[in-house]
T-cell receptor, first 115, second 113 residues
Framework: EAQVTQNPRYLITVTGKKLTVTCSQN?????MSWYRQDPGLGLRQIYY???????DKGDVPEGYKVSRKEKRNFPLILESPSPNQTSLYFC????FGGGVSSPLHFGNGTRLTVT | DQQVKQNSPSLSVQEGRISILNCDYT??????FLWYKKYPAEGPTFLIS?????DKNEDGRFTVFLNKSAKHLSLHIVPSQPGDSAVYFC????????????FGDGTTLTVKP
């Protein structure tokens, strides 16, 4: 089954403790991206990757790191999480960018709480 | 500066009636527009899209209209069904920067039986 898999689904951590949220897709998509969803703010793009070894900042990249060493995986790293990073995170992939001919496929989300 | 806005946080309609969800954008460089639907505890799923060279795209019960001069698009669902109850996100991107997608805040649609 074609899918984007995020892990974990739920994560509670403390301020400053490094964490990684994994994301994997099995559709051989070139493009992958991370979003956070907060009440009243919709989905905001954190980082995206047009291809292996190519990553770019989205609208809210501060406090996050990503890497794209292989096509299928795009982990999101929080080196020193803070409470304002408490949010619902979504990973997405598509053939080429998120345009008309290449809609995004989303994972089921990771709910992160930083205390 | 919010470049994509969905001004109605919620909408409630009767089963069988038309649902109209609206989206406004400010960036004239946007030329791809997509609608995604999201159920609780799931990720958004793609619903329908339109490029700026068209003013209408139809897929079954779903039709998206684009008014470029007004920088406005709308999603029509006819007839609405209880299973359509979900959060709907409008998204936009520019061909010149296809990696960046900008989403609206979402509209929660409730279809009452």
């Amino acid at each position: 089954e074609a899918q984007v898999t995020q892990n974990p689904r739920y994560l509670i951590t403390v301020t400053g403790k490094k964490l990684t949220v994994t994301c994997s897709q099995n559709m051989n998509h070139e493009y992958m991206s991370w979003y956070r969803q907060d009440p009243g703010l919709g989905l905001r793009q954190i980082y995206y990757s047009m291809n292996v070894e190519v990553t770019d900042k989205g609208d809210v990249p501060e406090g996050y790191k990503v890497s794209r060493k292989e096509k299928r995986n795009f982990p999101l790293i929080l080196e020193s999480p803070s409470p304002n990073q408490t949010s619902l995170y979504f990973c997405a992939s598509s053939l080429f960018g998120g345009g008309v001919s290449s809609p995004l496929h989303f994972g089921n989300g990771t709910r992160l709480t930083v205390t | 500066d919010q470049q994509v806005k969905q001004n109605s946080p919620s909408l409630s309609v009767q089963e069988g009636r038309i649902s109209i969800l609206n989206c406004d954008y400010t960036n004239s460089m946007f030329d791809y527009f997509l609608w995604y639907k999201k159920y609780p505890a799931e990720g958004p799923t793609f619903l329908i899209s339109i490029s700026s060279i068209k003013d209408k795209n139809e897929d079954g019960r779903f039709t998206v209209f684009l008014n470029k001069s007004a920088k406005h698009l709308s999603l029509h669902i006819v007839p609405s069904q209880p299973g359509d109850s979900a959060v709907y996100f409008c998204a936009a991107s520019a061909q010149t920067n296809a990696g960046k997608s900008t989403f609206g805040d979402g509209t929660t649609l409730t279809v009452k039986p």
